[in-house]
């Protein structure tokens, strides 16, 4: 006969863990998290257009922010940061601009500053060698992601040329609460010194501008485009003043056809700008990226006529072989200048 045995006791205390105590493993978690995170929630709240979402985010953040900060809670996430080569810039996390130069209110709507470019001595440029090779610095919005890397391999190539490559997600011109780009371009040409700088905004512009006095200027206006061909113009005297040399690029035709005329209006800003600066070249790729019927297309003919995908799906940023293709057009003009293989 088998004898069965009864399992043995659990006592209630070993079974069971208290309610309470979950909650407070649950909500210290999730508030550890909160401030382990801080700055970039904060960031993202900073980054979004006027609004009371903006407002009530960044209103509550900017203290965890704080407090994160005070704790040395967000310092294992710019450790990370920094090995992943990602670390933002103090700029980033600043709430407002410090070298922005002073606004202009306009009267009547804006038009392009008269060219002074006829009257003035074609500048020259150096002898680039493989023992004092061009420095080349590219920079700008999530557009630089694909592109900025397939130019600096292209350059790479000649032998002739050292390049740094920097993009920031979700910036530009419009929103220097979130970062200064005149600031970080002012300490590059200061640090690196390169010869050339090539830029690309305007992924993230065509939204309303923050002012130095935490006021707006909504997109669509007379104002808005006063605003913004100065600080295009601002950037453009800066970097030229300080005697660099400026690729400006265009954006491409996008699949959006209410984006698409926002596109058209900041190419034509940067266009128009860039012919009253001597050493400022805009560089177009809008045709470079047009369909047979000059439509958007994502598949287009590649060198060996092979039909290839340049587009992502969001119908403006490029894949590798759509950032090949620009960085291709980009090289040319700028090997040109500069007696580049």
């Known amino acids: 006969m088998i004898q069965q045995l009864a399992p043995p006791e659990i006592s209630e205390e070993r079974r069971f863990i208290p309610a309470g105590i979950v909650l407070f493993v649950v909500v210290t978690s999730l508030l550890l998290g909160l401030l382990l995170n801080a700055p970039d929630i904060l960031r993202t709240a900073q980054r979004q257009e006027p609004g009371w979402q903006r407002t009530v ?7 965890i922010a704080d407090v994160s900060h005070l704790l040395f809670l967000d310092r294992p996430r710019m450790l990370i940061d920094t090995l992943l080569d990602r670390a933002p810039a103090a700029s980033e996390v600043t709430a407002t601009p410090t070298t922005l130069p002073p606004a202009i209110t306009p009267t009547t709507s804006a038009a392009p500053a008269t060219s ?11 002898t680039v060698t493989e023992t004092d090779p061009l420095v080349m610095y590219i920079g700008g919005d999530s557009l630089v992601g694909q592109f900025g890397p397939m130019l600096d391999n292209r350059a790479a190539e000649s032998g002739l040329v050292e390049s740094e490559v920097v993009y920031e997600f979700e910036s530009g011109l419009s929103r220097p609460d979130f970062i200064d780009w005149p600031d ?8 690196l010194d390169p010869d050339v700088f090539v830029l690309y905004f305007g992924g993230n512009d065509a939204q309303a501008i923050y002012m130095p006095d935490g006021s707006w200027i909504e997109y669509d206006t007379p104002e808005w485009e006063a605003e913004y061909r100065r ?72 060198s060996s006529g092979d039909l290839v995908d340049m587009r992502l799906d969001d119908g ?26």
Do not use: C, K
Request: no cysteine.
């Open 184 to 191: 970080r371009l002012a300490n590059v040409s200061e640090e």
């Open 316 to 341: 403006v940023h490029y894949t590798t072989a759509g950032a090949i293709r620009l960085a291709e057009v980009t090289y040319d003009v700028i090997a040109a200048d500069w007696n580049l293989p």
């Open 57 to 63: 985010g960044v209103g509550l953040m900017e203290p």
């Open 116 to 126: 002074t470019s006829t009257t003035s001595p074609e500048p020259t440029r150096r």
């Open 231 to 302: 600080r295009v113009d601002a950037v453009m005297t800066q970097l030229e003043n300080a005697g660099h040399w400026v690729y400006w690029m265009g954006m491409p035709i996008v699949s959006s056809e209410t984006f698409r005329p926002r596109v058209q209006f900041l190419n034509e800003i940067y266009q128009t700008e860039a012919a009253d600066h001597p050493q400022v070249t805009f560089v177009e790729a809008w045709s470079v990226f047009e369909g047979p019927d000059g439509g958007y297309s994502e598949y287009l003919t590649d």
